[in-house]
Nanobody, 124 residues
């Protein structure tokens, strides 16, 4: 069983940037797709960005053009660069992994492996 551990969350003013990291121990990039999700208390988990084992990226509509997902395979680390942050981006951000070759950010159940999450708070 691998481990997913997020870091990099914090508080930032609207318009600012943050970069989240997820150390994906035991989830080699050639076999697993990785993704970022976020959740606000009382609301459903939302898919933010995904990166499959072939390097294809996908994004949720609300973050397209502002967020970028990337990976350093040598460090087994997934990143989420978040720019032009808005108060509505405030959430707990978690990384997730799947061995599925076909997955969707809109299907949380496609991702069986999860980290604990890191909080992002954007103030206006």
């Amino acid at each position: 069983q691998g481990q997913l551990m997020e870091s990099g969350g914090g508080s930032v003013q609207a318009g600012g940037s943050l970069r989240l990291s997820c150390t994906a121990s035991g989830y080699p990039s050639k076999r697993y797709s990785l993704a970022w999700f976020r959740q606000v208390p009382g609301k459903a988990r939302e898919g933010v960005a995904g990166l499959d084992s072939d390097g294809y990226t996908s994004y949720g509509d609300s973050v397209k053009g502002r967020f970028a997902i990337s990976q350093d395979a040598t460090k087994n680390t997934l990143y989420l660069q978040m720019n032009s942050l808005k108060p509505e981006d405030t959430a707990m951000y978690s990384c997730a992994a799947t061995r599925l070759r076909v997955w969707s950010l809109s299907r949380v159940s496609d991702f069986p492996y999860w980290g604990q999450g890191t909080q992002v708070t954007v103030s206006s």
